[in-house]
């Protein structure tokens, strides 16, 4: 059983001599429950694969398929309700909204979503609570660490229970104890059965999968299981580039 699912992923940029395949026919299937790790070096495609994979970005060829649904044949308006309802989006430079506190910030996507306000308001709450920031609510993200920020960002990608939260270097702009505060509230997530696709550079992170897949000129080069997970930077070894 997959939750989310590549089939021949396709993606090129430029035309004729500057033409680049960021991605070069990449079969990938995710399980429920699934934290998989996307590993590789510099513009070996991963950011392109993970927008292929949650409907940011159109493939050239190929498909992705989303639970049941085909992504690449939606047209953009049921894309995007299907990225609000389906999928959660934690990037690097995490993306808050300035003017707004870090509860608003949360409930955003629900209230877009069409999420009645108490409802709204009740779950970001509770959201907040989860990643440990209840009081934290009512500061804007200026008066936020990055660490801080960073998990008001997985709070907002989690408001709509998605099916699979997409990471794209959540753990790049963080200093080590922040990662680590980070790395620990996906490890509580992976606990609770969430499906978590993360692109990283960081070993420390791409320890914390179930599987980690190296990328390399938009092939998929190689995969590891790391068993049960969290099997140490050992396990790792060489898989950066
Ligand atoms: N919008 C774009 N237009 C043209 N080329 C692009 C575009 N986006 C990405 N590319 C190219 O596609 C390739 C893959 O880029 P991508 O950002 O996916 O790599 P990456 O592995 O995520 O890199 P990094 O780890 O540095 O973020 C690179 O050669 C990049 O230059």
């Given at each position: 059983m997959t939750v989310l699912r590549a089939v021949r992923l396709r993606k090129e940029y430029g035309r004729d001599a500057g033409l680049v395949r960021a991605v070069d026919e990449v079969d990938l299937e995710v399980r429920p429950g699934e934290t998989v790790a996307i590993v590789g070096p510099s513009g070996c495609g991963k950011s392109t694969l993970l927008h292929l994979l949650g409907g940011l970005e159109r493939p050239t060829g190929g498909e992705v398929h989303l639970a049941d649904r085909r992504l690449d044949r939606m047209s953009e308006t049921e894309l995007s309700r299907m990225r609000r309802k389906a999928l959660g989006f934690v990037f690097q430079a995490f993306h808050l909204v300035d003017e707004l506190t870090a509860r608003e910030n949360v409930e955003l996507p629900a209230l877009l979503a069409g999420v009645p306000p108490r409802t709204a308001r009740r779950r970001a709450s509770a959201l907040l609570e989860r990643v440990g920031l209840a009081d934290r609510a009512t500061h804007l993200?200026?008066?936020?660490?990055?660490?801080?920020?960073?998990?008001?960002?997985?709070?907002?990608?989690?408001?709509?229970?998605?099916?699979?939260?997409?990471?794209?270097?959540?753990?790049?702009?963080?200093?080590?104890?922040?990662?680590?505060?980070?790395?620990?509230?996906?490890?509580?997530?992976?606990?609770?059965?969430?499906?978590?696709?993360?692109?990283?550079?960081?070993?420390?992170?791409?320890?914390?999968?179930?599987?980690?897949?190296?990328?390399?000129?938009?092939?998929?080069?190689?995969?590891?299981?790391?068993?049960?997970?969290?099997?140490?930077?050992?396990?790792?070894?060489?898989?950066?580039?």
């Open positions: 993200p200026a008066a936020l660490s990055g660490g801080q920020r960073q998990r008001v960002a997985v709070a907002r990608a989690l408001i709509g229970r998605p099916l699979v939260v997409l990471a794209d270097e959540p753990t790049g702009n963080l200093d080590s104890a922040a990662t680590a505060a980070v790395l620990r509230l996906f490890g509580s997530l992976r606990a609770e059965g969430q499906t978590l696709v993360i692109v990283t550079h960081d070993s420390r992170t791409a320890a914390t999968a179930d599987r980690v897949i190296t990328m390399r000129d938009g092939v998929l080069a190689g995969e590891t299981r790391l068993n049960g997970g969290g099997g140490g930077l050992g396990t790792l070894a060489g898989l950066e580039g």
